[in-house]
């Protein structure tokens, strides 16, 4: 039987985007499917006290966001992996800045409305991606960002790897994610990070 693995991201993220090709090299050795969803960092730090170059990443944020929301809104699922993976191998690998310019560039690789750029620029659908934002959040509370993954019914941030895995390396560490959550009073594993994004 297939599994589904729910996954919140937000394109900005070098650690979301490691945790999602882990994920789809999974897909390769496991009866996996990875279903995506569009949490915001943007939403999830409104109100806080943050050093300024973090504010002014934030700031930028908002419309990648809204962006992957309105291909999901538009076109679907599937289109939204697709353009998740457009626009973080810009972001991320690529190194691309980002602008309102990479994200319409994105959105034309997949065939996406081209509108959606002039639309992400506003807030006009703030609300149904701070609805997205909390369904993938709320199980796990505020403390935490993305990645967020759903397998068996729990929610769990992470988990954050550099670089991701390949083959049954991969399958193997999703086995010990899946296996945790298998376990209702399982909450939390963690150890300082000393890598940065490596990606490969």
């Known amino acids: 039987m297939t599994t589904v693995v729910d996954f919140w991201f937000d ?3 070098p650690f979301a985007w490691m945790t999602s090709r882990w994920m789809l090299e999974v897909e390769k050795v496991r009866d996996v499917q990875t279903v995506f969803h569009v949490m915001s960092l943007s939403v999830l730090n409104e109100g806080r006290d943050l050093p300024e170059d973090y504010r002014r990443m934030l700031d930028g944020a908002w419309v990648p966001a ?3 929301l309105l291909v999901e809104q538009r076109h679907g699922s599937e289109k939204l992996r697709e353009f998740y993976t457009e626009i973080g191998t810009r972001f991320h690998p690529g190194g691309e ?3 309102p310019e990479t994200v319409a560039a994105a959105l034309a690789a997949v065939g996406a409305d081209a509108d959606i750029i002039d639309v992400a620029q506003t807030d006009t659908i703030d609300d ?3 609805r997205s934002h ?3 959040m709320e199980p796990v509370g505020d403390e935490v960002g993305t990645p967020v993954i759903r397998i068996n019914g729990m929610s769990l941030f992470g988990p954050v790897i550099s670089p991701a895995p390949k083959g049954e390396e991969a ?3 999703f086995d010990g994610v899946a296996k945790v959550t298998a376990y ?3 909450f939390e594993l963690k150890r300082s990070r000393t890598v940065g994004p490596i990606f490969d």
């Open 128 to 130: 149904d991606l701070r």
């Open 184 to 186: 209702p009073g399982f």
């Open 11 to 13: 394109p900005t993220c």
């Open 134 to 136: 909390n369904e993938g």
């Open 97 to 99: 800045a980002n602008t």
């Open 66 to 68: 809204r962006a992957a």
């Open 171 to 173: 399958g193997d560490l």
